[in-house]
């Protein structure tokens, strides 16, 4: 069966540190990987955009990396803050003629100061 | 404001009565989503619609659940006869799709309409 996994426990790092936070596949072959940030009783925000034929993603201090072989994503923070403190959810994108957006669990994230 | 809105932000309600939620999605976003979200999980899909199309429903959505999108804009999303597994955070995005199934990028949510089933 499909299956997108992140680690449920939280990650708990502290500030300037950076954290890395992974999303593993099975039984999918996505066209892109969306990472979004979650605030408590909030919708998600997106965050990144990675399509299958790149390997690295940058925006300010957010990197993404997506690896198809090991069906794998790597989503990193560095110089954290406690403001980055939040739930990070990794999304799947089918590569089929539905476009449905497949999220993950989530990862708490909390940055100590 | 210019993002995505939906009402009612909390309901409470007793087993057995019908709930509707409703969503304004971007105005030129032609994609409307809706996801459904418990405790310590991440978004669930149940349906989508391109313009006024509903294009997929997800096997979640069972019979009490129907959704609708008149004239492509706003869209409602009814559950009848709730019931205590109902009780979630329901989660409505758009998004901008070019070009028939061509990939779509981000979607946004809105905040949410959260349902408590008594």
């Known amino acids: 069966s499909q299956k997108i996994e992140q680690n449920s426990e939280a990650l708990n790092i502290q500030e300037g540190k950076t954290a890395t936070l992974t999303c593993n596949y099975t039984n999918y072959s996505p066209a892109y990987l969306q990472w979004y940030r979650q605030d408590p009783g909030r919708g998600p925000v997106f965050l990144l955009l990675?399509?299958?034929?790149?390997k690295e993603k940058r925006k300010e201090r957010l990197k993404v990396t997506f690896d198809t072989t090991l069906k794998q994503s790597l989503f990193h923070i560095t110089a954290s803050q406690p403001a980055d403190s939040a739930t990070y959810l990794c999304?799947?994108?089918?590569?089929?003629?539905?476009?449905?957006?497949?999220f993950g669990t989530g990862t708490r994230l909390l940055v100590s100061p | 404001d210019t993002g995505v809105s939906q009402n009612p932000r909390h309901k409470i309600t007793k087993r057995g009565q019908n709930v509707t939620f409703r969503c304004d999605p971007i105005s030129e976003h032609n994609r409307l989503y809706w996801y459904r979200q418990t405790l310590g999980q991440g978004p669930e899909f149940l349906t989508y619609f391109q313009n006024e199309a509903q294009l997929e429903k997800s096997r979640l959505l069972s019979d009490r659940f129907s959704a609708e999108r008149p004239k492509g804009s706003f869209s409602t999303l009814e559950i009848q006869r709730t019931e205590q597994g109902d009780s979630a955070m329901y989660l409505c995005a758009s998004s901008l799709a070019r070009g028939g199934n061509g990939i779509t990028g981000e979607l946004f949510f809105g905040e949410g309409s959260r349902l408590t089933v008594l």
């Open positions: 999304a799947l994108l089918m590569n089929t003629g539905f476009q449905k957006l497949v």
């Open positions: 990675i399509r299958e034929n790149e």
